[in-house]
């Protein structure tokens, strides 16, 4: 039997090292603020002049580059959804960010990837409807016969740390 690590951790999303990191990016794919600022800050000017080249990407869907300065060696810049309230697509727009990030892990044999929070800083997406939506994908994809063999859930804080966690023991892991 394959097991897989689907694990919630509170950390700095920049330190770590894994095959890649999920950016919460915006649309432009050109730098903005919250993680997205930090990871442009610690991979250094060549991720910017990469994702230049992009030219942009849709919301809820994702695009890879290098890592460069960062211990990751990928990065995908996930674009989610601004929450307007709900009735606009945004539980499906979050959904499709986190079923194509899982894809670009397969198509580039990723073994390690680690998702930050998606749209739940600056874009307001509900915490705990994030959390479940997120984990609902991943296992989804993971159940489909995904290769990665370590999914990290990187939480910033404390609190979002501890509802995370609960919202994964409601998976049965
Ligand atoms: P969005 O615009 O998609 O809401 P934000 O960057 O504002 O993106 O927030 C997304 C999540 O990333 C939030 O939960 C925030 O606490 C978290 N975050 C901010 N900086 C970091 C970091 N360095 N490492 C991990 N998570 C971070």
Sequence with gaps: MRIVMVEII???????????????????????????????????PRLRAECAMVGGCPT??????????????????AVGPVWRGGDEGEDELLASCYR????????????????????????????????????????????EGSRVKQVYCVCFSDDDFEIYDRILSTFGQ
């Design 10 to 44: 509170k950390d700095d999303i920049t330190t770590l090292k894994v095959d890649a990191i999920v950016n919460a990016a915006n649309h432009t794919l050109l730098g903005g603020g919250g993680v997205d600022g930090a990871i442009h800050r610690a991979a250094g």
């Design 60 to 77: 809820g869907s994702a695009k890879l580059t290098e890592g460069y300065d960062l211990p990751a060696r990928f990065v995908v810049h």
């Design 100 to 143: 194509k990030a899982m894809q670009l892990a397969e198509e580039h044999r990723i073994d390690s990837i680690a998702f930050s929070c998606i749209s739940t800083g600056a874009y307001g997406f509900p915490f705990e409807r994030a959390c479940g939506i997120a984990l609902s994908e991943i296992f989804r994809a993971l159940d």
